[in-house]
């Protein structure tokens, strides 16, 4: 695991000052090696964090003649069976690492070498002959690639702060991104909020020969089709344990310590169950809790449950109101762009504690995205099969009575979701779920930004976002749409970004191997029922739980990594909170109204609505606003 950057300047030639301080940008990702490669208009390094081939793996590696040199940042969990077929071609190694099969798999194959990689990766490829580059990133996005192409100089980073060492990149906030990220919490697609920074989306590569820059795109769901083949419950379940234990067993590949972030969820249940299986010593996992008013926030009882199950090394952190606060302020301005999902909180914190014990911990994350885990799901399928209560649900007396439902005192936001099921469902299926996901929809946008600033902004850019994911599923069932759209967005520029950045932020390297391409595949494979049946979620994954799990961790009230926003924004976050969004605060920003900011946090700190997600996107952004621009 690595940070990787780069530069290709066709004007002048890099120096090795300038590659060597976008590198050591990186070196929370990478605090074992560091190496650097120029040559005529390239110049490019990484910083390595040691996992596999501990004394031989430095970077950057080249070929046998020395024509082809590659820095990578990821883990290639088939790399030992592509390196046996490559050495029987006639290939020659040097080390024993992933990175070298690599390049040997680009000097056989070319550019079609991606497609035979399983694992996490983003990497670069110099051909010093034709003095033209070669970038991949995996299919799902798990490893970030950042660039940046005026015509004439080309940046490249695992980070976006490692671009912005170039003092020729101008920083200019992406006005339409900033209304995208309120939108969403994230920024989808291939821009950032930086102008003129992008994103290389997961299952593409980018080509830079000569002045030509050519992006494309290598990789679909949509070209996976479906194969029930007439098998039941037990023979999926059956499949799952037999192709989903292989899939892990790759993934425990190290030469360092190693562990799992347990939750008490399903997900994160099984994979520690299926590792616990597959290795002689008790796994490390760890768990995070809550104390809330002296109280144990109760997050903590199913994990302790599966770790007693399977007798692992387990360790706990609970948080308390002070240590977020202490920390919130430190974790929101390292981030390269503001994450309003605020599951960075736990997902930081855990990786801090977890990195003291262990290098790699795998995560139960993607679960949820490949087996239809969230609720939105299930009202969206609801809303559609019974459109016909839909009258119902729109008159007035039944808005009335929703919308006087009270406040959750614990931070649930199911009240919040049924006023805005109840305001929406009469829309088409696909304006509804927009609606269901959008943060702040367009007519609070209106409300949320300074005249002046809406000015600068195109219209409805969030919603042309929308329909284009929308329309990339054309043809699926309305369940299998809902999945692809958020595997393509939410899961890439949410969650496996903000996990990569929280854990890396900690040099510690996390796994997915609910998001190895081999196993999506497989769940994409199956028929909808397998994943949604009447009104139970993730079905399948509840058949295998049962053969390996206790029956109370499965049956429950989801929770995964919640945070008591709700309740720390009341009391002992408040403060922090009104100072960071105060009206002398924001005024130099010039981006929002700061009456409506005025209302949400009165009406939050009052009980009236619950805008915990809404406050956190603001103060992500304002702490990461004061960060990069001030």
């Avoid at 299926?274 to 002296?294: A, K, Q």
């Avoid at 009447?534 to 509840?542: A, D, V």
Wanted: proline fraction near 3%; glycine fraction near 6%.
């Amino acid at each position: 695991m690595c940070g990787i950057a780069g530069i290709v300047d066709y004007a002048s030639s890099p120096t090795v000052d300038f590659v060597d301080r976008m590198v050591d940008l990186l070196t929370h990702r990478g605090p074992d090696d560091r190496g650097t490669y120029l040559d005529g208009p390239l110049g490019f390094g990484m910083r390595r964090l040691s996992i596999i081939d501990l004394s031989t793996g430095h970077q950057p590696i080249c070929n046998e003649d020395r024509t082809l040199w590659i820095v990578f940042n990821g883990e290639i969990y088939n790399f030992l069976q592509l390196r046996q077929d490559l050495l029987d071609k006639g290939h020659k190694f040097s080390t024993q690492t992933d990175t070298e099969t690599i390049i040997h798999l680009y000097e056989e194959y070319g550019t079609d070498c991606v497609s035979k990689l399983q694992g996490m990766f983003a990497f670069a490829i110099y051909n010093r002959q034709a003095q033209s580059l070669f970038i991949a990133r995996d299919r799902f996005g798990i490893k970030p690639f950042y660039y940046s192409w005026n015509g004439e100089r080309f940046l490249f980073s695992s980070e976006m702060k490692s671009l912005l060492a170039d003092n020729k990149l101008r920083r200019k906030l992406n006005c339409d991104a900033v209304a995208q990220y309120f939108t969403f919490l994230y920024v989808p697609g291939d821009e950032t909020l930086f102008a003129g920074i992008k994103k290389l989306l997961p299952g593409h590569t980018l080509t830079l020969d000569g002045r030509n820059l050519t992006v494309a795109q290598y990789y679909s769901l949509t070209s996976i089709q479906p194969d029930y083949t007439g098998c039941s419950t037990e023979d999926w379940v059956t499949r799952f344990l037999d192709f989903g234990a292989e899939t892990i067993k790759k993934h425990l590949i190290s030469d360092v310590p190693l562990g799992a972030f347990l939750s008490g969820g399903i997900d994160s249940s099984l994979v520690v169950a299926v590792m616990s299986r597959l290795i002689d010593r008790p796994v490390n996992t760890f768990s995070i809790g809550y104390e809330i008013d002296g109280a144990s926030f109760d997050e903590l009882r199913y994990a302790k449950i599966v770790a007693e199950y399977y007798q692992t090394n387990h360790r706990e952190l609970l948080i308390t109101p002070q240590m977020a606060a202490c920390s919130l302020p430190v974790m929101l301005s390292r981030l390269d762009e503001p994450i309003g999902d605020a599951s960075v909180i736990p997902n930081y914190l855990l990786s801090e504690f977890a990195r003291r014990h262990v290098t790699v911990v795998l995560s139960g994350l993607g679960g949820d995205e490949v087996c239809a885990g969230y609720e939105r799901y299930l009202g969206a399928v609801l809303a559609e099969r019974f459109s016909f209560l839909a009258p119902f649900f729109s008159c007035a007396a039944v808005r009335w009575g929703v919308s006087k439902l009270p406040d959750s005192k614990t931070g649930l936001h199911f009240p919040e979701r049924l006023k805005r099921f109840v305001a929406s469902c009469s829309l088409p299926v696909e304006q509804f779920y927009f609606q269901l996901i959008s943060k702040f929809n367009q007519e609070e946008q209106q409300r949320l930004f300074s005249s002046d600033f809406r000015v600068t902004l195109k219209h409805n850019t969030s919603t042309q976002i929308y329909d284009r994911y929308w329309q990339s599923s054309a043809g699926f069932s309305l369940l299998r749409r809902l999945m692809k759209m958020d595997i393509d967005s939410y899961l890439a520029d949410d969650l496996l970004s903000l996990s990569d950045r929280a854990s890396m932020a900690h040099s510690l390297e996390m796994r997915v191997p609910f998001v190895d391409h081999q196993l999506v595949e497989f769940f994409w494979k199956m028929p909808d029922n397998m994943r949604l049946r009447g009104f139970n979620k993730k079905f399948l994954l509840k058949k295998v739980a049962e053969k390996l799990l206790p029956r109370e961790v499965i049956y429950r009230r989801k929770q995964g990594f919640s945070v008591p926003l709700t309740v720390w924004f009341r009391g002992s976050l408040n403060s922090y909170l009104r100072d960071m969004l105060s009206e002398q605060n924001l005024e130099s920003l010039g981006l929002f109204n700061q009456a409506y900011i005025q209302q949400l946090l009165d009406e939050h700190e009052k009980r009236a609505r619950n805008h915990d997600e809404k406050l956190f996107s603001l103060l992500a952004f304002v702490v990461w606003y004061n960060a990069f621009f001030e």
